[in-house]
């Protein structure tokens, strides 16, 4: 399983950037084919003194790093990641991992 971690840094104006993200990025994203899971978390500091450097983390899990690619070479894989500029304007980054699952895990809404 690969996993993409998308980290986004602090936007310019969180409340439009959660409001363009739960209507219009995340259905949007959720057309992309090949998806297996999709996760989505604000990001939390160790450090209470210190803010966290990032303020939203995605997740996304797919079979392969070739489903990976077939995945964002897709239309709608193409137009998730030209979507990231209408809103994400305290930047992104993307990680890939190989993920081996120790201890599996259940999310609930």
């Known amino acids: 399983m690969l996993k993409v971690t998308v980290l ?4 310019q104006d969180p409340a439009a950037f959660d409001h363009y993200y739960a209507e219009v990025h995340t259905p949007l994203a959720l057309t992309m084919p090949g998806l297996k899971g999709f996760t989505v978390g604000k990001a939390a500091t160790t450090n209470p003194n210190e ?3 990032y303020y939203l983390i995605a997740n996304l899990y797919v079979d392969s790093l070739e489903a990976f690619q ?17 809103f994400a304007s305290g930047g992104v980054t993307i990680l890939l991992s190989e993920e081996l699952v120790l201890i599996p895990v259940s999310l609930t809404k």
């Open 51 to 53: 803010p966290s450097p």
């Open 70 to 86: 077939a995945t964002m070479a897709s239309p709608a894989g193409q137009a998730t990641v030209a979507d990231l500029h209408n």
């Open 8 to 11: 986004y840094g602090h936007p």
